[in-house]
């Protein structure tokens, strides 16, 4: 018993009995033909071609599991690629691929074929295929190594020892719990559920991960440059530096503590696959002009009080820059989700509505009680110092929203053109 093609070089087949095999592979079963000998000491593999006669096929199907298409789709939608790479009859793999909705499923190309080729011909049929069939395993783990040698990420999922190699070199192996041991050692991940549309889950958790790591790390950054530029205005100027350490540690409530807080526990839905090799360009290179703009309106503001008002004290200015300062800090994180394509759904506005109370609250108890005001050393706000400044902000803020809106624009072009 064994493979039509094996075995019908030994017991050849009539054109009749062709046509039924070939009738059943396309509708996506798999044959096994059964064949006599007279010769029972010879190996199999020595007899001679014709020597035997086909009795029988053995026919097997397998209904798609559920989801199935809607874990292709899925991918597919989300800009992956996807390719079948499997040791059984071409025919049958295309139909079940098919079956599936995997694009381009017609174009199909087998090992023996493969096998016949040179190192540039080889490249670019794999490239241009879709379906592999009849492979060996070793053609398997050349199939991942060309993907990966032209810029592509590659994810292999399998069950069998046959896989273990290729499931070993891709970049993120995916293997089966009820498979071989062999595929479980080497994969990166081991699906428990065995099901192959456990993966969109883990995509969309991920991808929230990813996302919520890049708002956090634009508000850092945005910190981080804002507070160099004023540094070192403060030194070209021969200014006293307006923050001292607990002023900083009250800003950072606004700036980093409160927003870390909010995405951690409502992670932001992204409408769009982020890619990690992307992330400074999405977010050091996009929230770095905001960043300056935010930093100079700080010295603008500061250096204009202190203009202004010759008698003032430094406490006075310090607590007029901190409110500004504060001011960008809290305006970011609602940039941030405009810059970087975010869906706000209904936990992530439960989120906003966190962030807003909380920070109202802390700045209502920072200025409005004694104690903690004297604790972080701020003096009442003067609105007379405050009128001065606001223009400022009030530039500086709205060409921040729209370099904010012009990085998210930016942003969905790229993922319209990918």
Request: charge should be positive; glycine fraction near 6%; aromatic fraction near 10%.
């Amino acid at each position: 018993m064994g493979a039509p093609e094996f075995l019908e070089v030994l017991a050849p087949l009539t054109n009749a009995q062709r046509q039924q095999v070939d009738a059943l592979v396309t509708a996506g079963r798999r044959v096994l033909l059964a064949a006599s000998f007279d010769d029972q000491t010879t190996p199999l593999k020595k007899l001679a071609p014709g020597s035997g006669h086909p009795v029988g096929l053995v026919v097997l199907g397998n209904a798609l599991r559920e989801g199935v298409q809607d874990t292709v789709a899925y991918l597919q939608k989300n800009g992956v690629s996807l390719r079948v790479i499997s040791g059984d009859n071409p025919q049958t793999v295309r139909y079940v691929a098919s079956a599936v909705g995997i694009k381009n499923s017609d174009k199909v190309i087998t090992g023996a074929e493969l096998a016949m080729l040179g190192d540039k011909a080889w490249d670019k049929a794999v490239r241009a295929a879709t379906i592999f069939a009849r492979v060996q395993p070793e053609q398997k783990e050349r199939l991942i190594a060309t993907f990966q040698k032209h810029d592509n990420f590659t994810g292999m999922v399998g069950d069998g020892v046959n896989d273990a190699l290729a499931l070993k070199k891709a970049d993120l192996g995916v293997a089966m719990y009820a498979g071989a041991t062999a595929s479980r050692r080497v994969a990166d991940i081991v699906l428990l559920d065995n099901s192959f549309t456990s993966l969109p889950l883990g995509m969309h958790l991920g991808n929230r991960i990813m996302q919520a790591i890049e708002v956090i790390a634009t508000l850092f950054f945005h910190k981080i440059i804002f507070g160099v530029v004023l540094l070192l205005a403060t030194l070209l100027l021969a200014l006293p530096y307006p923050f001292d350490p607990r002023h900083v540690t009250f800003m950072n409530i606004f700036l980093v503590t409160l927003p870390t807080i909010m995405w951690t526990l409502f992670p932001p839905n992204p409408q769009h696959r982020v890619q990690p090799m992307h992330f400074w360009r999405d977010t050091l290179w996009a929230v770095a002009p905001i960043a300056l703009i935010s930093g100079v309106a700080m010295v603008a503001c500061y250096a204009l009080t202190l203009g202004l008002n010759p008698g003032m004290s430094h406490a006075d200015a310090a607590t007029n820059t901190i409110i500004v300062a504060t001011f960008f800090g809290v305006y970011l994180v609602f940039l941030a989700s405009r810059m970087l394509n975010v869906t706000y759904d209904g936990p992530a506005r439960l989120a906003r509505i966190f962030y807003i109370v909380s920070a109202s609250s802390v700045a209502l108890l920072a200025f409005g009680s004694q104690f903690v005001r004297d604790f972080f050393d701020f003096t009442r706000p003067n609105w007379a110092f405050l009128w001065p400044t606001i223009a400022i902000v009030v530039a500086a803020a709205t060409l921040q929203y729209w370099l904010a809106a012009r990085a998210g624009n930016r942003l969905k072009a790229k993922i319209t053109r990918a």
